[in-house]
């Protein structure tokens, strides 16, 4: 069965420090990964998707980037991080095909201090 | 970006059914139909989804409007548990296989 892992769940990180969130899918391949945020008390906000390795399509301009290195793995990154980035950040995968669902891990709560 | 149009907040009372409503008038015909609800501090979770026919599965059940213009989610009956956002969006795979969620049904379940 396919199983998606995040790390870490919690991270506390000073303005101006770097970012480095992982996310690797295991049980398929060449799945589409996402990065959403969500700020508190607000809706899922898509960040990245990619549907292959080194694709990688941004919907939001902002300080973060994110990579595809392997087939199963996809980083969020950022070089400095903003106070405004604090927020549940969450990975998810699927299908190519369109009536594939949405996989999501348990997320990464990041505040930034 | 989000596509469809859901209240911010519903209460049901425990064990009655609950009929949780979404419009995405501006539905294509390639469009599949999906719902996914949060927990607090969770992620969302896979509820169910759907094209054109009406779909059960051991979790909910999804009536899609004959235009496909509406949908309506249906929890047979309500738990505590069942308490959470619940997200209807579009699966667009005609732009690039985008989710895009948005704000949602904050379900509020009293016992």
């Known amino acids: 069965s396919q199983t998606i892992h995040q790390w870490p769940a919690t991270l506390v990180q000073p303005v101006g420090s770097p970012l480095s969130l992982e996310c690797t899918v295991e049980g398929t391949s060449n799945p589409n990964l996402y990065w959403y945020r969500q700020a508190a008390g607000r809706g899922l906000q898509l960040l990245f998707y990619s549907v292959g390795i080194g694709q990688i399509s941004s919907e939001v301009p902002q300080n973060l980037s994110a990579s595809r290195p392997q087939d199963r793995q996809f980083i969020l990154s950022s070089k400095k991080l903003l106070l405004s980035d604090s927020g549940f950040y969450l990975c998810?995968?699927?299908?190519?095909?369109?009536?594939?669902?949405?996989?999501f891990g348990n997320g990464t709560r990041l505040t930034v201090t | 970006d989000a596509k469809t149009t859901q209240p911010n907040s519903m209460e049901s009372n425990e064990e009655e059914p609950v009929h949780l409503p979404c419009n995405h008038s501006t539905i294509s015909g390639t469009d599949y139909i999906h719902w996914y609800r949060q927990l607090p501090s969770q992620g969302p979770e896979y509820v169910i989804h759907g094209l054109t026919s009406n779909v059960n599965n051991r979790m909910a059940s999804l009536a899609i409007a004959e235009d496909r213009k509406s949908s309506t989610l249906i929890l047979h009956r309500a738990t505590l548990r069942d308490a959470a956002v619940y997200y209807c969006?579009?699966?667009?795979?005609?732009?690039?296989?985008?989710?895009?969620f948005g704000t949602g049904t904050s379900l509020t379940v009293i016992p």
């Open positions: 998810a995968w699927s299908e190519g095909q369109r009536n594939s669902p949405l996989h």
């Open positions: 969006i579009l699966r667009d795979q005609g732009t690039g296989n985008q989710f895009y």
